[in-house]
């Protein structure tokens, strides 16, 4: 079964560097890796990108392996206003040529003073 | 402010009843793509339009529906409403049809009683 993974939560203190990984088995050749935050309440906002290997921005940057099958959020620096949850979002192979857009299940960021 | 707009932003209504849900997408977006978040099932994937045809169907129930129209905007359909689709029913648009970031409404909370 096609399916992505995310660690459930972390916590970090304010100005360190955080890395979340997704995990996605059978993700499909041609499509984007992309990673959203959630606030309560509101709806997901892009944050970042990527095909393959790295790719940064002002924000935040994503490190993805030649074989694709996982991915790495990069927040440096981060502030209690980046408490939040982050999703990846992938297109997976789910089997008989059908292809599905599918989002983890989230890794909820909490910032500590 | 993505520039998707939602609207109702609070909807309750009984069981067994039909509701509509609207979206304007981003200027300049064609496509539409539809999502619930429920707290036990994340954010899954129902359905995506692209300037006005259904363009990929994910786990969207036969008592939902959707269209787009041809100002692009888009309305999604449920009816028989069960007390399970109670859920935060979001839309996101983007320029093309895949691999462009997608940029998401405030979502609709609909309650069923």
């Known amino acids: 079964l096609a399916k992505t993974t995310q660690p459930i939560s972390m916590d970090s203190y304010e100005g360190q560097e955080v890395n979340i990984t997704c995990s996605h088995n059978?993700?499909?050749?041609?499509?984007?890796i992309t990673w959203y935050q959630q606030f309560p309440s509101q709806g997901p906002r892009f944050i970042i990108q990527?095909?393959?290997t790295k790719v940064t921005n002002e924000v935040a940057s994503l490190f993805i392996p030649a074989d694709r099958k996982s991915s790495t959020l990069s927040l440096p620096r981060v502030s209690l206003s980046d408490t939040a949850v982050y999703y990846c979002?992938?297109?997976?192979?789910?089997?008989?040529?059908?292809?599905?857009?599918?989002f983890g299940k989230g890794t909820k960021l909490s910032v500590i003073p | 402010d993505s520039g998707v707009t939602q609207t109702p932003k609070h909807l309750i209504t009984a069981t067994g009843q039909r509701v509509t849900l609207r979206c304007s997408p981003r200027?300049?977006?064609?496509?539409v793509y539809w999502y619930q978040q429920s707290l036990d099932q994340g954010l899954q994937f129902l359905i995506q339009?692209?300037?006005?045809?259904?363009?990929a169907k994910g786990n969207i129930l036969e008592r939902f529906s959707a269209q787009q129209f041809p100002d692009l905007h888009s309305e999604l359909n449920l009816s028989s409403l069960e007390l399970g689709d109670s859920a935060l029913y979001f839309c996101?648009?983007?320029?093309?049809?895949?691999?462009?970031?997608?940029?998401f409404g405030p979502g609709t909370r609909l309650t069923v009683l």
């Open positions: 996101a648009s983007s320029e093309g049809t895949q691999g462009r970031p997608q940029f």
């Open positions: 059978n993700i499909a050749t041609n499509d984007y």
């Open positions: 990527g095909y393959k």
């Open positions: 979002l992938v297109v997976l192979y789910s089997g008989a040529g059908s292809y599905q857009l599918t």
């Open positions: 200027s300049g977006d064609l496509s």
């Open positions: 339009y692209y300037n006005g045809e259904e363009r």
